[in-house]
């Protein structure tokens, strides 16, 4: 098979999938929230007390911004998966029987991965230039201040990402925790490294300083005030400020940022081929340590006729507790031991470090590091191919998805269970239930999100955008009330996630009938 054709093969397996229209419903509505009406409650760019009039080098910029920060931060839970796939469907063992190289293996991953990326950018691209005419009539459309923008902003970084997300894959082979952990940690060192005040481009993976260095250097150009040295990105609902409006006249494309934008490029291919080296070629074979085993010795009983009178009778028990303690255990048991370590540690800080610091910071990364039993919450049994004995189990509803939903609120509970007796222990009733609260929206955006789109991709995407949000401070993302404590806050999330767990379970009946 040639390599036209292992691309080809595998991005349209993937673009016809029912997971991806969601994807491209999501990109769409990204794409339509990057550039906010005039009468809209939020922000998405300004450049201190400025913001650019919608002429086509403003939308075409601020969009390939957002469009690079957003789908670097989401695309790789998209991607991260591919060779996972080959393993499982056994095609990789068939690959691996074939002349095609390690490096040229991956690369073919790499492009595919980097085709689904740009699908996603694409999308967003045409929405905005629609936003254009239907917000910036008053000036001339200019394609190139459109092309430009996304071909040097997130173009480059997609390719980025694609190749991260095949290297660690190869690294961490079949352990998806650990990508998702590790990559969740590098984006967090890229744009904390990210924000400088100087308005230089920098170290730029994602591009985002080389649109908006041209902004803050012509905001400065025409204010005689105190000089803006960076601008505020990402999504600010309410309390919106008056800004005042500027003609952004686009960005300068000299030979020295054209030449960094594809440095980014070079280096995603020099690790695929560095870790092409080591990669394993589907020979997952588990070296297991030869142990010497005592031979068993059976005692030959004598045939006797066997007398079932005798025998004590089976009682039938519809219990919930049984099913509970079954799925409370296949979540603890998931994944690595040495995960477990690096959990005690997590909960071992929500002890002792400060109160603040461990709601609002130490919980969610915790908690995101649980990630991948989660997204398998509701999912597992259509993934192991036994939802067929599982939904005729004896009252599904009730018994079997209330045992699975209770499990997952019930280690969200107990990782957080130190947060909560320190809030208790301090009288603030308010800031102990908002743990309590955030694991059941946890599990009810986990049930939802694996029944709608049947598989886990969705709800790690979800997961890692809320828990990056949370991160950095973005009070509209609290699910856990680690910004707000007040009554009326924590009586909104309630009600959300009442809405999220009654929903998974008509869509779960649903999804009954369907059988």
């Known amino acids: 098979m040639t390599f036209f054709n292992q691309v080809k093969y595998d991005y349209l397996q993937r673009i016809r999938s029912y997971r991806f229209l969601i994807i491209m419903a999501v990109s769409l509505a990204l794409g339509f929230l990057f ?3 005039a009468d809209a409650t939020y922000e998405t760019v300004t450049v201190g007390t400025y913001k650019g009039v919608y002429n086509s080098a403003w939308i075409g910029v601020v969009s390939a911004v957002m469009a690079s920060t957003f789908v670097s931060l989401l695309g790789f839970y998209v991607i991260n998966s591919n060779l996972s796939k080959d393993i499982d469907s056994k095609v990789g063992q068939i690959i691996a029987t074939t002349r095609v190289s390690n490096f040229g293996y991956l690369f073919s991953k790499v492009t595919s991965n980097f085709l689904v990326l740009s699908t996603m950018i694409a999308v967003m691209l045409g929405m905005n230039v629609g936003l254009f005419f239907l917000y ?16 040097f902003i997130p173009i480059p970084a997609m390719f980025l ?15 998806s925790t650990l990508q998702n952990v590790f990559y969740f940690l590098l984006i967090a060192i890229a744009f904390a490294q990210n924000v400088k005040t100087d308005g230089s481009k920098g170290i730029d993976p994602f591009g985002t300083r080389l649109g908006t260095a041209d902004m803050i250097s012509q905001v400065n150009d025409l204010s005689d005030e105190e000089k803006v040295s960076q601008l505020n990105i990402g999504f600010r609902l309410g309390n919106k400020q008056e800004t005042k409006p500027f003609v952004f006249e686009g960005i300068s494309l000299s030979l020295v940022n054209v030449a960094g934008r ?12 560095a870790v092409s080296r080591s990669f394993h070629r589907f020979d997952l074979k588990e070296h297991l340590k030869r142990k010497k085993q005592k031979k068993a010795v059976l005692d030959v009983l004598p045939i006797a006729n066997l007398d079932l009178s005798v025998l ?6 519809y219990s919930l507790w049984p099913l509970l303690k079954t799925e ?15 959990n005690l540690v997590g ?13 609002t910071i130490i919980l969610p990364i915790l908690w995101f590091l649980q990630v991948s039993r989660w997204s398998q919450l509701t999912t597992k049994e259509q993934f192991y191919n036994v939802h067929q004995f599982t939904f005729a189990a004896y009252k599904p509803i009730s018994r079997v998805y209330a045992s699975q939903l209770i499990a997952g609120i019930a280690l969200g509970i107990l990782i957080a269970l130190p947060l909560v007796l320190r809030h208790l222990t301090a009288g603030d009733l308010n800031q102990a239930i908002g743990p309590i609260l955030g694991s059941v929206f946890i599990v009810g955006l986990s049930a939802i999100s694996g029944i709608i789109s049947q598989g886990k991709k969705l709800f790690e995407i979800l997961f890692f955008f809320l828990s990056y949000g949370n991160v950095n401070g973005i009070p509209f993302l609290d699910y856990f009330a680690g910004m707000h404590s007040s009554l009326d806050y924590l009586g909104s999330l309630l009600m959300v996630c009442t809405a999220l767990i009654g929903l998974s379970i008509i869509s ?7 059988l």
Not at 312 to 317: E, G
Not at 328 to 342: A, K, T, V
């Open 347 to 359: 909960i071992a800080l929500l002890a002792f470090l400060d109160l603040k610091v461990a709601h």
């Open 35 to 37: 550039i906010p009406a």
């Open 262 to 273: 594809f440095i980014w490029m070079i280096a995603g291919v020099l690790l695929t081929f």
């Open 328 to 342: 409370f255990l296949l979540l603890i048991r998931q994944g690595s031991r040495w995960l477990w370590m690096l």
């Open 136 to 151: 910036g009539s008053e000036f001339s459309f200019e394609p190139l201040q459109f092309i430009l923008p996304y071909l």
């Open 161 to 175: 990402v694609a190749n991260l997300a095949v290297v660690l894959e190869v690294i961490f082979k079949q352990k």
């Open 508 to 514: 779960r009946k649903k999804q009954l009938r369907s």
């Open 312 to 317: 004590p009778k089976a009682d039938t028990s």
